[in-house]
């Protein structure tokens, strides 16, 4: 574990390589994944500038690299380089915009093209060309398919369900170390077809 919840804020985080999975688990018991956080992305941050506790847990997930900076270092870095807050700004409407794109898919979109989008932003971040297909790109990050549930709030029966049609229609490879998406476009159709009607 990196951090975990409640602990006080007492560095700024950076995934410098690998992943990390910031996660909750609730009052059942039951864990919740909310982000698998990539290389060159920071967090913690909101409990260093609140002062209050930190919200979630972090784990690495498989073989990951962090770079931590202290408070007091992340403050003085802060003084001395003042242009630094608009950059912090900027993170902060990233995420803000992200979490309303999220909680936007979940109250309108089906889960079919909510894990269409998930696939796709999970290519752009971890994926790797085929070298023997360049159309296709593996999906780095391995996730198990109750992984992959916990991030779209579904059962992991209805993700496979739903990988298993994509895979019907080639959009999608399931190996046995994770996903290949053969067809970019086929799964951008899926994502958006919900928007269309």
């Known amino acids: ?5 409640g602990d006080p804020p007492e560095q700024w985080i950076a995934c410098a390589k690998g992943a990390v999975r910031v996660s909750s688990t609730s009052i ?5 994944t909310l982000t698998y956080v990539e290389p060159g992305i920071w967090f913690g941050d909101v409990a260093i500038f609140d002062g209050d506790r930190r919200t979630h847990d972090a784990y690495a997930h498989g073989e990951t690299t962090i770079l931590c900076v202290a408070k007091a270092d992340f403050r003085k870095i802060l003084a001395a380089h003042v242009e630094l807050y608009e950059a912090m700004l900027r993170l902060h409407a990233r995420r803000i915009r992200q979490l309303y794109g999220l909680v936007e898919d979940l109250n309108t979109l089906p889960l079919r093209a909510r894990l269409a989008k998930q696939l796709l932003h999970l290519v752009r971040s971890y994926g790797v060309s085929s070298l023997s297909d360049g159309r296709e790109v593996r999906i780095g990050l391995q996730l198990a398919q109750e992984e992959l549930a916990q991030l779209l709030g579904a059962s992991r029966q209805r993700v496979n369900q739903e990988l298993k049609a994509m895979e019907r229609e080639d959009a999608i490879r399931i190996e046995p170390g994770g996903l290949v998406v053969r067809n970019r476009e086929a799964l951008m159709r899926i994502s958006e ?3 269309e009607k």
């Open 1 to 5: 574990m990196i951090c975990a919840r």
């Open 28 to 32: 059942s018991g039951k864990q919740i």
């Open 193 to 195: 077809a919900d928007l």
